[in-house]
């Protein structure tokens, strides 16, 4: 997996220096294809849209950010949070072999509150299918939220608590949720999180 983001950090770093944008690069994780479309805008940070699509296994990455490398440390993150979101999903679907579905451990069972006003507050531009909060709620977001958060958390050396708190006012700032459900979600988030053994302390850093 890391090697994927490597590549990819390499290739985004070549497309600044040879001025080419649009460009596209291909890796796979296992069976997974993995497409990385970079596009260089006029924007003050950088941004990923991304998605898996299970009948052609395959997770397209859309990244934009101003050429300038000094938005690369930010469009790494935003990679690396889209590139495990998005493999998730795949391993979710059984589509990334078996060391991975081992990790999965047990589906995402709510122990917690489940909100019961599902009307997405007003928010601008793109709202998927049913609404955000069923969006965010759903087992499977919140598995794949989770797994994206415990990554950046790694990479960031910032506590698990501390991303999804910043993850949680986002959606809260987006429009997407109320600040009630952000609260509920992060609970969502902690139980999850606990099951797969993410955000422990580490009593070892010899890694
Ligand atoms: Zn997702």
Not at 26 to 47: M, Y
Request: one cysteine or more.
């Amino acid at each position: 997996m890391n090697y994927v983001l490597k590549k990819t950090m390499n290739f985004i770093r070549e497309c600044i220096f040879k001025n080419k944008s649009n460009e596209r690069l291909f890796t796979r994780v296992g069976e997974i294809k993995v497409e990385c479309r970079v596009k260089f805008v006029d924007v003050k940070f950088p941004s990923v849209a991304a998605s898996y699509n299970t009948n052609l296994r395959r997770v397209i990455v859309d990244l934009h950010m101003a050429r300038n490398t000094s938005q690369l440390p930010e469009a790494k993150n935003e990679l690396m949070s889209a590139l495990y979101h998005e493999l998730e999903h795949a391993a979710q679907e059984g589509n990334l072999g078996p060391q991975y579905t081992k990790q999965r451990t047990k589906p995402f069972s709510r122990p917690v509150e489940t909100p019961t006003d599902f009307d997405t507050p007003k928010s601008s531009g793109y709202v998927p299918a049913g609404g955000w909060v069923k969006y965010y709620f759903s087992p499977w977001e919140i598995e794949a939220y989770v797994v994206e958060m415990a990554k950046l958390a790694k990479l960031q050396r910032k506590p698990l608590a501390d991303v999804f708190n910043e993850r949680a006012n986002e959606f809260v700032n987006n429009g997407h949720i109320s600040r009630r459900q952000a609260d509920m979600l992060i609970k969502d988030w902690q139980a999850y999180a606990e099951t797969r053994g993410f955000g422990k302390k580490r009593q070892s850093t010899s890694r």
